[in-house]
């Protein structure tokens, strides 16, 4: 069974500082995903990472994929309060069609 | 584009009561799913439809929750009767096709149920 772990599950940061969350996952994958939550509100993509060694940056986040060590890393340059959030990633099984989740990092960006 | 719809957006009952969400995908988009959110963990699949068809359901607790897809548009989740375990958020997420093909779910900001 696709076992999905964040950590750490939540993070308090110092705007301007930089930080990693990370996501590791159990079984051999194909596809991983990060999401973002904001409270009452629904999830949002934010990356797919299809192959090993993927890496995307949208702004002040950049997500990598080592599928070798089943690792995902989702990196916070310069943080800013506009991130304060959930984050989730989230795994396919290689094969699969299910969407397994970690539990999320709550991240806190204080000024 | 409109979203992924879901309604009511929050409900608030007691153990033994039933409830039920309703969800409206977004428009052409083939496969549905029902995800169960507990405060402080991650979302977990329930059920997934491909059009009006069930393609999984192995995490449905059966005795108590149901749901159905008619004419592969709307769908409906009940709770009967509900305990206090099942206070969560309940995602709706729909996707062009089936999962793998297309890369992307799309959610709805989802249905906040409490059973005290």
């Known amino acids: 069974e696709l076992k999905v772990e964040q950590n750490p599950l939540f993070l308090s940061m110092q705007e301007g500082k930089n930080y990693t969350i990370y996501c590791n996952y159990s079984?051999?994958?194909?596809?991983l995903y990060w999401y973002r939550q904001d409270p009452g509100k629904s999830l949002e993509s934010l990356f797919v990472?299809?192959?090993?060694?993927a890496v995307k940056q949208e702004g002040r986040l950049m997500a990598s994929l080592d599928t070798k060590a089943r690792l995902s890393t989702l990196h916070i340059t310069a943080a800013v309060h506009d991130l304060s959030a959930t984050y989730f990633c989230?795994?396919?099984?290689?094969?699969?069609?299910?969407?397994?989740f970690g539990a999320g990092t709550i991240l806190r960006v204080k000024s | 584009e409109a979203g992924v719809a879901q309604s009511p957006r929050y409900k608030i009952i007691e153990k033994r009561q039933s409830v039920a969400f309703w969800c409206n995908p977004i428009?052409?988009?083939?496969?549905l799913y029902w995800y169960q959110q507990i405060l402080g963990q991650g979302p977990k699949l329930l059920i997934q439809?491909?059009?009006?068809?069930?393609?999984?359901d192995s995490q449905l607790p059966k005795d108590r929750f149901s749901a159905e897809r008619l004419k592969g548009v709307d769908s409906t989740l009940k709770i009967q009767p509900a305990k206090l375990e099942d206070s969560a958020v309940y995602l709706c997420?729909?996707?062009?096709?089936?999962?793998?093909?297309?890369?992307?779910?799309?959610f709805g900001e989802g249905s906040r149920l409490t059973v005290l």
């Open positions: 989230a795994v396919v099984e290689e094969y699969g069609n299910k969407l397994v």
């Open positions: 428009s052409g988009h083939a496969t």
């Open positions: 997420a729909s996707s062009l096709m089936a999962f793998r093909d297309t890369g992307e779910l799309f």
């Open positions: 990472l299809l192959s090993n060694g």
């Open positions: 079984t051999t994958s194909d596809r």
């Open positions: 439809f491909q059009n009006n068809g069930v393609v999984d």
